[in-house]
């Protein structure tokens, strides 16, 4: 291969200088050798306070055995097999502040002595931004989830409220125990509810209710239709016509009473 012009040199010289990304070259012992003006003002030091002195230095604490664990392979692998590799880390900057960085490092030979190019990108704005975005999109899903949640309470109060009445109602001993099971199936789905609802706050992601188990479809419309018929008003007339023969299906049966 043959040597670079002093033109190319110089022109490669003037992107390192001009490079918006801060571009380090560290030897084989971490030690820094180059230091270019961006990276002078990411970390907020001297090109020549920075030269000699340890990369590792310019990260917080729990980042600095890793980094030097993954600058330690690209020198044990040597020039052939070195690979570039990105990474997300953070640095410390000028009086202690912390910056996000992405840093691309890539292995490459001088003069027969090994190094290693590091790219750091501050991307401390971008992932503020991210994350800001991720909590207004959070609160927007649970005022629609709130929403939701009122509307299902709404449903089981309804419920409870239709059983009290056939409890006024009923004649014999059975049906009345029936309409307060069914009560208290109501109150243990609100309390369902309220769980879930208090995990959403937590996590920031609904739960799936897995508990299906056999519905007769039938059977599910007659109970609903007797609490509508004490609920709704007098003035909206109600028909159920059952279909015979009708299977049985796996359902969440609370989930399919409010539907």
Request: negative net charge.
């Amino acid at each position: 291969m043959s040597a670079p012009s002093p033109e190319s040199t110089a022109f490669f010289a003037h992107l390192y200088a001009v490079s918006k990304d801060a571009v380090l070259a560290v030897d084989s012992k971490g030690k820094i050798t180059n230091f270019n003006p961006s990276a002078s003002n990411l970390f907020r030091i001297k090109e020549e306070l920075a030269i000699g002195d340890n990369l590792e230095n310019f990260l917080i604490d729990s980042q600095r055995e890793p980094f030097r664990g993954v600058l330690a392979k690209f020198f044990e692998k040597g020039e052939k097999k070195l690979a570039r590799t990105s990474l997300e880390l953070t640095a410390i900057g000028g009086q202690g502040t912390n910056i996000r960085c992405e840093a691309s490092l890539s292995g490459f030979a001088f003069k027969d002595t090994p190094y290693v190019c590091v790219l750091f990108r501050d991307v401390t704005e971008r992932r503020a931004a991210a994350q800001r975005l991720h909590e207004a999109q959070k609160t927007e899903m649970l005022d629609r989830v709130a929403g939701e949640v009122a509307h299902d309470v709404n449903n089981l109060l309804l419920g409870i409220q239709g059983y009290a009445e056939l409890i006024r109602s009923c004649d014999g001993e059975p049906e009345r125990n029936r309409c307060l099971g069914e009560i208290e199936r109501l109150v243990k789905q609100g309390g369902e509810l309220m769980r879930e609802l208090r995990a959403l706050a937590r996590t920031g992601s609904p739960t799936v209710d897995s508990k299906m188990c056999p519905v007769d479809l039938n059977d599910c419309l007659r109970d609903m239709l007797q609490i509508l018929t004490r609920t709704v008003s007098g003035k909206i007339a109600i028909e159920q016509i059952p279909a015979d023969g009708l299977p049985m299906i796996s359902a969440n049966r609370s989930q399919l009473e409010q539907a």
